[in-house]
């Protein structure tokens, strides 16, 4: 075991209730496809509806959480991953907690004593996935966490630090706060855009922007990079907005940025040491996947594992689609016991 985890994520724990629905409930929703939003007021009986009429599976989720639980697989030694967020003092941050450390991430939640554990309606439709998030507790998260003294030992500790943009919704300062250590001890910071919504909102990517100087990579899926480039007036060519993103501005010097674009299928697209590069994912016939919830989130925590133990960006690429191949093979974030792809 791992005695101080070398990794720490940081998110919104949420309990995925993952289901097969009709265009229809999409319709009635306002929901679209392939996106991810908060939910308001009218989505509030979505949830009820779905559980009341349709077959659900209750699976952990947290785009955050899942990549920490993805590079805990793939890593393999107990501890090496810490992850935290707010949970409620209830079954589902319970029913997390247990699922999270039985992949062996060291789980170091807030609790809030009032709000419900937070939960994500994952609405599938032809493999492809609507995400609607019911923050709860997750919206509770406070810098004050970070300042306990067992958060601040395994900050100390920690070489590695990943998070994505759900989380400044919830808790900008805490971001920012371990933004500022990653850069004044020249340790990695690691960030995912996470959803079109955190760029297009004005309120949101006044945070994005200000995280962004002091992100070392950044992931996105093709979607996400397209809508920052057109707000960052970058144009909508996917390598012209990698090698943009990666020369902008930067706090920590000694680190270059490096960018990673996932297109599904497609290749991914990387921007590092001034050149652009492509690496194929793993192909898979369309009847072995099962659904894409959290195949971004997977490719992420696999190329985090590798990244973590100093490895090249190819083979980062590789053990992130390869981890992606195993998940979207499963429902949810769910993956086999035993890895088949050698880290060294
Ligand atoms: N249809 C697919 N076939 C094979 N691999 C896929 C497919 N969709 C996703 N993947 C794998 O998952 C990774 C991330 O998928 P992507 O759709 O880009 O992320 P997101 O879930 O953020 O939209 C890809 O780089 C690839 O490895
Ligand atoms: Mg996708």
Redesign the pocket.
């Given at each position: 075991m791992s005695t101080t985890p070398k990794i720490l994520c940081i998110g919104n724990p949420l309990l995925d209730i993952s289901t097969h629905v009709e265009m229809t409930i999409f319709e009635k929703y306002g929901l679209q496809l392939?996106n991810a939003i908060l939910a308001d007021e009218k989505h509030l009986p979505l949830y009820k509806e779905i559980i009341e009429t349709g077959t659900v599976e209750y699976i952990p989720g947290g785009a955050a959480q899942n990549s920490a639980r993805v590079c805990q697989w793939m890593l393999n030694t107990p501890h090496t991953v810490c992850y935290t967020g707010c949970v409620g003092k209830d079954a589902n941050g319970k029913i997390l907690a247990d699922a999270t450390a039985a992949n062996g991430v060291l789980v170091r939640y807030q609790e809030d004593p009032v709000e419900p554990t937070g939960a994500c309606a994952v609405l599938i439709n032809k493999k492809e996935r609507s995400l609607c998030t019911s923050l709860g507790a997750a919206n509770k998260f406070n810098i004050s966490h970070l300042q306990t003294d067992v958060m601040q030992s395994i900050i100390k500790g920690a070489d590695f630090f990943y998070m994505v943009g759900y989380f400044l919704t919830v808790s900008p300062d805490s971001a920012m706060y371990l933004a500022k250590h990653a850069a004044e001890q020249n340790k990695a910071f690691i960030y995912g855009l996470a959803a079109p919504f955190l760029i297009q909102v004005p309120f949101f990517f006044e945070r994005v922007s200000a995280l962004l100087p002091y992100c070392d990579i950044v992931f996105s899926?093709?979607s996400e990079a397209e809508v920052l480039g057109t707000k960052m007036g970058w144009g909508t060519d996917l390598k012209v907005i990698a090698e943009k993103l990666a020369q902008w501005e930067k706090v920590n010097s000694k680190r270059s940025r490096i960018v990673v674009f996932?297109?599904?299928?497609d290749s991914?697209i990387v921007y590092d040491q001034g050149k652009i590069s492509t690496y194929q994912?793993?192909?898979?016939d369309s009847d072995k996947?099962v659904d894409?919830n959290?195949?971004?989130?997977?490719?992420s925590g696999g190329f985090l594992a590798a990244y973590s133990l100093g490895k090249s960006i190819e083979k980062c690429c590789e053990a992130?689609?390869y981890a992606?191949?195993e998940i979207?093979q499963q429902n949810g974030c769910s993956f086999p016991s035993k890895r088949s792809f050698d880290l060294e």
């Open positions: 392939n899926n093709e996932t297109q599904g299928a991914t994912p793993i192909k898979l996947i894409l959290a195949a971004g989130d997977s490719f992130g689609h992606a191949m979207i």
